[in-house]
């Protein structure tokens, strides 16, 4: 499935999707050897060979979690105010959860 650079890279875990813009706009991503300066341009991680600061971007795994969410517990990576997150349980896992 196609989709834009930008969101490809930061699936990946290269950089955040404005960083991405900044990449491509510096002509340092390349899409089946073509260097890319054009932003919204789209690609398919699956099929073609995309390329970021020299290193070949793969797909980030998925893995989903099944999270039985207790009371007094927000939905959401952070809290200003300092409540509890669902991330408080995910601590040990190693990669991005999203929740």
């Known amino acids: 499935m196609k989709e834009r650079l930008q969101k490809i890279l930061s699936h990946a875990g290269v950089c955040s999707r404005r960083k991405a813009e900044e990449l491509i706009l510096a002509g340092r991503v390349r899409v ?27 797909p980030e795994p998925l893995r989903y979690y099944l999270f039985h969410k207790p009371d007094c517990v927000i939905t959401s990576v952070s809290d200003p105010v300092g409540r509890r997150t669902v991330m408080d349980y995910f601590r040990r896992v190693r990669e991005r959860v999203f929740p």
């Open 32 to 58: 089946n050897g073509r260097v890319v300066r054009e932003l919204g341009t789209e690609a398919d991680v699956r099929k073609d060979k995309i390329e970021a600061l020299g290193e070949i971007v793969k």
